[in-house]
């Protein structure tokens, strides 16, 4: 599959706007993404918006806006409702052909002779029935579809196509992750490429589009396996050659099923609003399921080892083995996101960790305001501080508010030691020096006075400080607010 790729490789992620991106869309268009980037090809954006009633074109702005976020950029952008005209074109060539037939059963029809499959626990294939219409049939069922204002479907017609390459009575392809597969084409029944309300089929403009847009390598997810034959067939009978094709594991859920859009641990907007780094998703969408088992030396010995924290997306391009993605395994777990969230936070540069704050957290204004009020050098501290302790940028962007004047502290119902406080505020105001050694000092000192601990001291300070029992060093909290913020803070 991999090779002579470079340069013109096409890959592209075709989400239908029917509902947000979700976590399993996400790792397929990465995946498309980094093994567009690995061979230096072309990544194309294509909405699969052919079911105009269901699809939304606020869903195809909020996925377009996620994707975005998630830094994957697409090269080329394609709308299917804007291409009927391209599969109308493909669409006369079968039917100049001999290829495909009008439909005339209804749905009723059809979901009887569905119910009849199931209750004889056999796969469904359509009878065949409008295949065999005389023209006096057809005649009068069309005219009567026409009063009712009803289009006929359009079926492939199989035993057609199949007369036209006796070669191909076996549907067989090189999946890159599945290996080969083959599919009798005897047992797929004619299928509907233009569907009774007017629109074209989602196989049918799938794999036109791929085609006519010199797709080479369709990566998606693997519950999209049984489509494939189908495609093929369709293109066999324009007579032209399918792309390479990859099916991809699915995400599941702790429960061990399928992620899909309507889960909401699935849902992108629930990360972003528990403070999830973009990087870090990708990161754990690409290791989840072992995607990423890298064999290494070390010391001279080969060493298997899971990647866990890459660098950045183009290590994962680097990295990337299309052949991993296999189906067991890939399961979403929150805990192993939240560690290499911390781990990526933890390494980040401020600088960078400032950016992304600002560019894909809203978090400008609050940044702007820790910058005015404490100077480039202390805020650039406590940013730096501040990743280092907690895990999320939620987290992080909370605990803003402890470092603004108007903070404020609620102490309604807790006990606390007055005379303690008071001797904390008297101790802290003198000291010159409001250094981390000092203030230890201090707070140690002021115990022993009182005859308290240097843990009660310390309890004492951080409520009033932090409005917290708990929480990141204190001595560098009011290191960073300084003397007069603490003095203030200590007076209420
Ligand atoms: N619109 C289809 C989906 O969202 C695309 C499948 C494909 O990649 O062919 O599942």
């Known amino acids: 599959m991999e090779e002579n790729l470079a340069n013109h490789l096409r890959v592209r992620f075709a989400p239908s706007p029917t509902g947000n991106l979700h976590m399993g869309g996400v790792r397929t268009a990465l995946f498309n993404y980094i093994f567009a980037l690995k061979y230096k090809g072309r990544f194309i954006l294509r909405i699969d918006d052919t079911d105009r009633a269901r699809s939304k074109k606020e869903y195809e702005d909020a996925i377009a806006d996620d994707l975005r976020w998630f830094e994957i950029n697409w090269d080329e952008f394609y709308r299917q409702s804007e291409r009927t005209f391209i599969y109308e074109k493909y669409l006369n060539s079968l039917k100049?052909?001999?290829?495909?037939?009008?439909?005339?059963?209804?749905?009723?029809?059809?979901?009887?002779?569905?119910?009849?499959?199931?209750?004889?626990?056999k796969p469904y294939i359509y009878n065949g029935r409008c295949a065999n219409l005389s023209s006096?049939?057809?005649?009068?069922?069309?005219?009567?579809?026409?009063?009712?204002?009803?289009?006929?479907?359009?079926?492939l017609n199989i035993a057609q196509v199949l007369r036209m390459a006796p070669s191909f009575n076996s549907i067989e392809f090189n999946d890159a992750v599945h290996g080969h597969l083959s599919f009798n084409p005897k047992l797929i029944g004619d299928f509907i490429l233009k569907t009774e309300d007017n629109?074209?089929?989602?196989?049918?403009?799938?794999?036109?589009?791929?085609?006519?847009?010199?797709?080479?390598?369709?990566?998606?997810?693997?519950?999209?396996?049984?489509?494939?034959?189908?495609?093929?067939?369709?293109?066999?009978?324009?007579?032209?050659?399918?792309?390479?094709?990859?099916?991809?594991?699915?995400?599941?859920?702790?429960?061990?099923?399928?992620?899909?859009?309507?889960?909401?641990?699935?849902?992108?907007?629930?990360?972003?609003?528990?403070?999830?780094?973009?990087?870090?998703?990708?990161?754990?969408?690409?290791?989840?399921?072992?995607t990423f088992t890298i064999h290494e030396y070390r010391n001279g010995k080969k060493e298997i080892f899971e990647k866990e924290i890459f660098s950045d997306i183009s290590e994962m391009a680097e990295l990337l083995d299309i052949k991993k993605a296999k189906g067991s395994g890939a399961i979403f777990n929150e805990d192993k996101l939240r560690h290499i969230n911390e781990r990526l936070l933890a390494g980040m540069p401020a600088g960078k960790l400032i950016k992304i704050l600002t560019e894909k957290f809203q978090?400008?204004?609050?940044?702007?305001?820790?910058?005015?009020?404490?100077?480039?050098?202390?805020?650039?501290?406590?940013?730096?501080?501040?990743?280092?302790e907690f895990k999320t940028v939620k987290e992080i962007l909370k605990e803003f508010d402890i470092f603004f004047d108007g903070f404020n502290?609620?102490?309604?119902?807790?006990?606390?030691?007055?005379?303690?406080?008071?001797?904390?505020l008297n101790n802290l105001r003198n000291t010159?020096?409001?250094?981390?050694?000092?203030?230890?000092?201090?707070?140690?000192?002021?115990?022993?006075?009182?005859?308290?601990?240097?843990?009660?001291?310390?309890?004492?300070?951080?409520l009033f400080v932090t409005g917290r029992l708990d929480g990141p060093s204190i001595l560098k909290i009011i290191k960073f607010l300084g003397r007069d913020r603490v003095v203030k803070r200590l007076s209420v």
Do not use: W
């Not at 100049?96 to 626990?121: D, H, P």
């Not at 006096?136 to 079926?155: D, T």
């Not at 010199?214 to 396996?225: N, Y």
């Not at 899909?260 to 403070?275: H, L, P, T, V, W």
């Open 96 to 121: 100049k052909n001999g290829l495909v037939y009008e439909c005339f059963c209804t749905e009723e029809e059809i979901l009887k002779s569905k119910e009849i499959a199931v209750r004889s626990k």
């Open 136 to 155: 006096g049939e057809k005649e009068k069922l069309s005219l009567s579809f026409k009063e009712k204002g009803l289009y006929p479907s359009v079926r």
């Open 199 to 290: 629109r074209f089929a989602y196989n049918f403009a799938s794999i036109i589009d791929d085609y006519d847009l010199g797709i080479t390598h369709v990566i998606r997810g693997e519950d999209h396996i049984s489509n494939t034959p189908k495609q093929i067939l369709i293109l066999k009978a324009l007579g032209k050659e399918p792309p390479a094709f990859a099916h991809i594991s699915l995400l599941y859920g702790k429960d061990g099923k399928i992620m899909s859009k309507r889960d909401a641990a699935a849902n992108i907007q629930y990360y972003k609003e528990k403070g999830y780094l973009p990087e870090a998703i990708l990161n754990y969408l690409v290791v989840t399921g072992n």
């Open 363 to 388: 978090a400008g204004d609050a940044l702007k305001k820790l910058q005015e009020t404490y100077g480039e050098s202390i805020y650039v501290e406590i940013i730096d501080f501040l990743k280092n």
């Open 409 to 424: 502290i609620e102490l309604d119902g807790i006990k606390y030691d007055a005379g303690l406080k008071t001797a904390l």
């Open 432 to 462: 010159e020096d409001f250094g981390e050694k000092s203030t230890k000092n201090i707070i140690k000192e002021t115990a022993s006075e009182n005859g308290k601990t240097v843990k009660e001291s310390y309890e004492t300070l951080r």
